[in-house]
C-alpha cells in the first residue's frame, strides 16, 4: 500500500541528489537509488530511507526519474529491470530529464497501461537550487497526474509551470530553455575570451558586464566558475551535446533553421572532443583559449 509521503528519486547526480535532499527536507520518505552503489549508500548514510528499489517500490506514491537523458528514462521504466510493472496504481512517475516531446508522449501513454500517472517535468535551476527546493519546473500532464504529484512538487520546487493537460508541452518548453542556456554559455565563453585578447581581464569582464545589459543568468552563474579556474562540475560540458543536439532534432522535424544553436553545440562538440566532458560546463572557454592561445585563470602560461 502507497503512502503519499513515500518517494524515490532515481539518478543521484548533481541535479538528482538535490532533488532527493529537499525531498527529505520537505518531510517526504526518501528512498535514493543512482547506477554508482557509492552514491546511494552516501545519501541512506546522510539523510536517505533504507530499502531496495524492488522492495520499496509497491509502498511508493511519486518515483521522480532524474536521470541523463530519454534512453535512460525509458530503461529505468519500461527495460529489463524496468520499475513500472512494480508500481502500485495511481503512482506519479515525475520525469525530469531533457527529452522529446514526442518521447514524453510515449512515456505517458505507456504509464498509463500501467494505470500509472505520468507528469512531464523537466526542471531548470541547476544544482544549487535542486538541494534548496528552488527548482523551477515546466510541467504537463493530467490534471490527476499534477494532483497526485503535489506534495513531491511542494518539496522540491519554487515554481511550477502548468503547461499543458497532457505530456509534450513540458518538454518543448524545455527545448527552448536549452536552447538559450546552451547559447548563452557559450557566448559568455567568447566574450570573456574576446575581452582577454583587449586586455580585459576575466574577474574585471564579471565586475563590469554582470552590470549591464549584455548581462545574462548564464554569465553571471558561470563566468565566475572561470575567474576561480575551478570546473568542477554543477552542469558538466556533456550535457550539451546532448540537449542542444535535442533541440536541433526537434528543430528539423519542425522545418526551422537554428544557426546559432549549431554553433553553440558545435563548440561544446570540441570541448568534449578535447577531453573536458566532465568539467563545468563553463569549461567551453577553454576551446576559445586554446584557439587564441590565451591562458585562463588557474592555468600554467
Not at 502507497?2 to 520518505?29: D, K, P, R
Not at 521504466?77 to 525530469?96: E, K, N, R, W, Y
Amino acid at each position: 500500500m502507497t503512502n503519499s509521503q513515500n518517494t524515490a528519486v532515481i539518478g543521484l547526480g548533481s541535479m538528482g541528489y538535490g532533488i532527493a535532499q529537499s525531498c527529505v527536507a520537505g518531510g517526504l520518505t526518501t528512498y535514493g537509488f543512482d547506477v554508482r552503489p557509492e552514491v546511494t549508500a552516501r545519501f541512506q548514510a546522510e539523510s536517505g530511507a533504507q530499502g531496495t528499489l524492488a522492495e520499496v517500490a509497491p509502498k511508493l506514491a511519486s518515483l521522480i526519474v532524474a536521470v541523463l537523458n530519454a534512453a535512460q528514462t525509458e530503461d529505468v521504466l519500461f527495460g529489463p529491470d524496468g520499475i513500472a510493472q512494480h508500481l502500485t496504481p495511481s503512482t506519479v512517475v515525475i520525469a525530469c530529464a531533457t527529452v522529446a516531446p514526442d518521447f514524453a508522449r510515449e512515456m505517458e501513454s505507456r504509464c498509463a497501461a500501467h494505470d500509472l500517472h505520468y507528469l512531464d517535468a523537466p526542471i531548470s535551476g541547476g544544482s544549487i537550487k535542486a538541494a534548496q527546493g528552488a527548482l523551477s519546473i515546466m510541467a504537463a500532464g493530467t490534471p490527476a497526474a499534477f494532483d497526485a504529484a503535489q506534495t513531491t512538487l511542494d518539496a522540491i520546487a519554487e515554481t511550477v509551470f502548468r503547461l499543458g493537460d497532457e505530456a509534450g508541452p513540458g518538454s518543448a518548453m524545455k527545448a527552448v530553455n536549452q536552447l538559450l542556456a546552451g547559447v548563452h554559455i557559450a557566448t559568455m565563453a567568447e566574450a570573456l575570451t574576446f575581452g582577454m585578447t583587449q586586455g580585459v581581464a576575466p574577474d574585471q569582464f564579471v565586475e563590469v558586464i554582470s552590470k549591464c545589459a549584455g548581462s545574462s543568468w548564464m554569465l553571471e552563474n558561470r563566468a565566475p566558475h572561470i575567474v576561480a579556474g575551478d570546473y568542477t562540475p554543477h552542469s558538466s560540458i556533456n550535457i550539451w551535446p546532448k540537449d542542444l543536439g535535442i533541440v536541433l532534432d526537434i528543430a528539423k522535424s519542425a522545418q526551422f533553421s537554428a544557426p546559432i544553436t549549431a554553433a553553440a553545440l558545435q563548440q561544446f562538440v570540441a570541448a568534449a572532443g578535447m577531453g573536458l566532458g566532465g568539467e563545468d560546463d563553463a569549461a567551453v572557454a577553454k576551446v576559445y583559449a586554446r584557439n587564441a592561445q590565451l591562458t585562463l585563470p588557474g592555468e600554467e602560461a
